[in-house]
């Protein structure tokens, strides 16, 4: 932790601001009582004065003055707060840890009490327990306290759960140590910089609720005085006397201020995601790009790089073709590069990343520009990864499968549909009208990944890039989604740009085989060589290697859809 | 903290409506609804206990205390027949439950009034400024987070980022009541656009609704913003690219749904700290709501009236956080933990 507050990065202008002003607080709050206690009240015959050069706030109706007792006040209501949220971190996190080294049924049974104390609103709690006890600064902060306690106790009941599962904490129980020394010595470390940001937002909650409490008559009571008991004073001469409300109002803002950007800066400092920068990427003027004649290539990329800007290269001047009707695999480990070239080609690189070529086309889209959308949705079909998030959980199967056909092409809803279910039926799925009606989880994870393939068949498009199609399948489901892309190449010719981990998947479908690793392809390989196992690369070969004897053609043919 | 309820539902799985046998088919808003009244009687029975408690609790002799400084000892004598304090403890939990049920909360010690009509005519003020308050906060927050995340979307937009950051922190971090004394200030005192205090006309409603709004608006903007920031991570919204569906039609349909359920989730406990906050806020505005009534009780130790309005509140809460339930099951059927497993 100490090497952290020396690093520039922690110190952002919000934890700077945050923290000066925090520090002015807690200087106000140690000088203003012994210097200033005086101005602030002893009773005076200027009573309700304007404010002046003597009395910056003016005085209020016993001639006290009112700044003075604003920062008079900062120092019973930190302590307050402080006393109220210590009450509340203490407790909830000892609650927390109890509740998780207690056994499952008392652990769920208190995680069940907690869920429904916390949905009350605490300063409801609060009043309850004020009205047991009689005002004043001690209730105030019991009351506070207290009722900040189950927030805290499942905030750190659900950290406990989470850092249980991780590798350390799991070897250390294996190793048999108990389970009070695992909280202790292993636990509560690794949750202390969330528990911080949390602490932070308690203390904050508890200024709030504690001056409510007073504004309200039900804290701190005459002749004592915070920024609340201030405020419900002000509240009487608001018409006569509004400056006084300035005094507490501000100095109760600037106090949650102060603490919340602290949070704010530990919680961003503790998240790096937050840090990622855009850069705007310069896109090429001309949407197409012309031909020449002797060019039949259907895709053509020249030195494709990605880069994430002013960093690193991902990948480093790639090129390659694909003919009017070829497959042609992109290969290699995760990190090779091959998704990000994929991505590229269809158009859809990732925002953050900057891409250039010296020639990128799909056909006559020159796709370093913005080519014409519809263009892009009918002629690029594009089959991803995980059929499990490619969908949008909340809109039907059939809104979703027939965007393309009802935005780019112009069809109405049942004409769309009746396309689809027919698409639907042509990748073996089962009762096609049916699934229209369904949201994507009520499928299984191979018949969305079929539906996405038919989606991607209906506007005949001249290219399909499948970016690892079949990797979060099943074996079985994999072979019967790899037998449609053979399906649909074998009747309807569309070229391919597959990307697979896996040499197995490939060798089956593929024409042309790119192997890829660090940002390069590093072997060219046709079908027959790939069969033949005629490789040079000492990569590819170790690629081969990793393959399992598995025959892929013969795999048993399933009738039907694998049911969910 | 969030997707409790989200989780506690799924774990309960019923039957996929799409499963055969035609029999009795348990439909997935049967086991949704029956938890949900659980959950309210539950509630119900706990804060009835809790309210009890308040009179055994008190440190002490509570009729001594409940009588106030300086009552005589025949006053001590009626405060205690009256709370019924000279029975044994499980007698005036019987009675007090049986009261409960019978809408009979006993009477006011400071005005002799009976507490359920002090409560039937309070309680439509604190609701009306509560509820209104809670619906603003949703209308606005959403479109502002979402769009203040689309444009800021992969770091464009730093200066926007820095603005909105900034602004809802600072006003956030002004309680509502310090808020609320501020409008006063300027918009009833100085400017006079509104009145001050008091329920009488429409425009009563203004300054209390606002002040209660400002607030929340900002900290569910400020979720809203998040979430939607981790939407357009998600996969789906690739897909819509891929699609090229176009910015709006991929905000509304494939962003706005799937943001709903999170924010709605998150938020609910914050729409039903509203109350507490309608309570603090009546007291700037004299505005003759159930939190008024409370404040006013305790300083009097009018323990009936204490017990019903903390008893009332809770239900309230209760009936908040169900609706939010409701609504989230209504959006998105997966929240009634009646889905298929996903193989």
Redesign the interface.
């Known amino acids: 932790m100490t090497s952290r507050f020396r690093s520039k990065e922690f110190w952002t202008p919000a934890m700077i601001t945050g923290g000066g002003l925090l520090m002015a607080l807690i200087l106000i709050a140690i000088i203003a009582p012994s210097t200033m206690k005086q101005a602030a009240e002893q009773l005076t015959p200027h009573a309700a004065l304007g404010p002046s050069a003597e009395h910056w706030l003016g005085t209020d109706d016993f001639g006290r003055d009112l700044l003075a007792r604003a920062l008079v006040a900062t120092r019973l209501t930190l302590l307050m707060t402080a006393g109220a949220a210590a009450i509340s971190v203490v407790s909830g996190v000892v609650i927390g840890l109890a509740i998780w080294l207690s056994g499952r049924r008392v652990r769920e049974i208190a995680l069940r009490i907690l869920?429904?104390a916390?949905?009350?609103?605490?300063?409801?709690f609060a009043?309850?327990i004020?009205?047991?006890?009689?005002?004043g600064v001690s209730s105030a902060v019991i009351a506070i306290g207290i009722a900040g306690i189950p927030?805290f106790a499942?905030?750190t009941a659900?950290l406990a759960s989470a850092v249980s599962s991780s590798d350390y904490v799991v070897t250390a129980r294996l190793l048999g140590v108990s389970p009070v020394r695992i909280a202790a010595r292993h636990m509560l470390p690794n949750m202390a910089e969330p528990l911080l940001i949390l602490s932070a937002t308690v203390f904050?909650l508890s200024l709030?609720e504690i001056?409510?409490l007073s504004?309200?008559?039900?804290g701190v009571q005459s002749p004592e005085y915070d920024f609340g008991r201030l405020?419900?004073d002000?509240?009487g001469a608001?018409?006569t006397q509004?400056v006084e409300?300035v005094g507490?109002?501000v100095m109760?803002?600037l106090t949650?201020?102060s603490?919340?950007?602290i949070g704010?800066a530990l919680a961003a400092h503790a998240d790096p995601r937050a840090k990622?920068?855009?850069f705007r990427r310069v896109l090429d003027r001309n949407r197409t790009v012309p031909l020449a004649e002797s060019d039949t290539a259907l895709v053509r990329v020249k030195n494709l790089r990605v880069s994430i800007p002013g960093r690193q290269e991902l990948v480093k001047g790639v090129s390659f073709s694909i003919n009017p009707g070829e497959v042609v695999a992109l290969v290699g480990e995760s990190g090779s590069g091959k998704s990000l070239t994929a991505m590229a080609v269809?158009g859809?690189p990732s925002?953050?990343l900057a891409v250039d070529a010296d020639l990128l086309r799909v056909g006559d889209m020159n796709m370093l520009a913005a080519p014409d959308?519809?263009r892009?949705?009918k002629e690029i079909s594009?089959v991803?990864q995980?059929p499990?998030?490619?969908?949008?959980?909340?809109?039907r199967m059939g809104?979703?499968l027939t965007?393309?056909l009802r935005?780019?092409l112009g069809m109405g809803r049942a004409e769309a549909r009746e396309v689809i279910v027919n698409a639907l039926a042509s990748v073996n799925i089962t009762q096609p009208a049916?699934r229209l009606r369904?949201?994507p989880?009520?499928l299984?994870?191979?018949m969305r990944q079929r539906a996405m393939i038919a989606a991607s068949i209906v506007t005949s498009p001249k290219l399909i890039v499948a970016d690892e199609p079949t990797t979060a399948l099943d074996v079985t489901v994999q072979a019967e989604v790899l037998r449609q892309f053979r399906r649909i190449h074998r009747e309807q010719g569309t070229a391919m740009l597959f990307i697979s981990h896996d040499l197995a998947v490939v060798e089956a479908l593929c024409d042309t085989i790119l192997v890829m690793k660090s940002g390069e392809i590093v072997e060219r390989l046709t079908a027959a060589e790939l069969a033949a196992r005629k490789v040079t690369h000492s990569y590819t070969k170790a690629l081969l290697a990793a393959i399992p004897t598995l025959e892929l053609g013969s795999a048993p043919a399933t009738s039907g859809a694998?049911t969910? | 903290m969030t997707s409790s309820i989200v989780v506690e539902a799924s774990r309960t799985p019923g039957v996929g409506a799409g499963s055969a046998g035609g029999r009795f088919i348990r439909h997935p808003w049967v086991g949704f609804v029956l938890r949900r009244l659980g959950g309210l009687v539950l509630s119900f029975v706990v804060l009835t206990v809790v309210t009890f408690l308040i009179v055994p609790l008190i440190p002490g002799d509570p009729a001594v205390i409940a009588a106030g400084d300086g009552a005589s000892p025949a006053q001590v004598a009626s405060v205690r027949a009256e709370l019924g304090l000279d029975l044994p403890v499980l007698t005036q939990f019987v009675n007090y439950v049986s009261g409960v049920l019978r809408l009979d909360m006993g009477n006011s010690f400071v005005s002799g009034e009976s507490v359920s009509t002090l409560i039937f005519t309070r309680f439509p003020f604190t609701a009306e400024i509560a509820l209104l308050a809670i619906v603003l906060v949703l209308l606005l927050s959403v479109p502002l987070g979402m769009i203040v995340a689309i444009l800021t979307r992969g770091g464009r937009n730093k200066w926007l980022d820095n603005i909105f950051n900034f602004l809802t922190s600072l006003i956030y971090s002004v309680p509502q009541y310090v808020v609320a004394t501020l409008l006063v200030v300027v918009f009833a005192v100085t400017l006079r656009w509104f009145p001050a205090a008091g329920a009488t006309t429409l425009s009563s409603l203004v300054l209390p609704t606002a002040a209660l709004m400002l607030g929340p608006v900002c900290v569910i903007s400020r979720i809203v913003r998040r979430e939607t920031a981790v939407v357009l991570n998600k996969d789906y919204i690739r897909t819509a690219r891929g699609w090229r569906l176009g910015a709006l039609r991929t905000n509304l349909r494939y962003v706005l749904p799937n943001l709903v359920t999170t924010t709605l989730t998150l938020s609910g406990l914050i729409l039903a700290a509203q109350l507490g906050g309608a309570v603090v806020i009546e007291t700037v505005f004299a505005w003759p709501g159930l939190g008024q009534g409370i404040v006013n009780a305790i300083l009097q130790r009018d323990y009936p009236v204490i017990r019903g309005i903390i008893l009332i509140l809770g239900l309230l809460a209760t009936l908040i956080i169900t609706m939010v339930d409701l609504i989230l099951a209504i959006i998105d059927p997966r929240n009634l933990g009646g889905t298929s497993s996903d193989v």
């Open positions: 869920e429904t916390v949905a009350y609103p605490s300063l409801i009043l309850v004020a009205a047991v006890l009689e005002p927030g499942r905030i659900n904050a709030v001056s409510a504004f309200i008559g039900l405020l419900n002000s509240l608001l018409y509004p409300a507490p109002s109760i803002a949650g201020l603490v919340m950007l704010d990622r920068s855009f269809a859809l925002e953050d959308q519809s892009l949705a594009i991803y995980d499990g998030t490619t969908f949008n959980p909340s809109l809104s979703q965007e393309v935005t780019h049916h369904q949201h989880h009520e299984s994870g191979g694998p969910s």
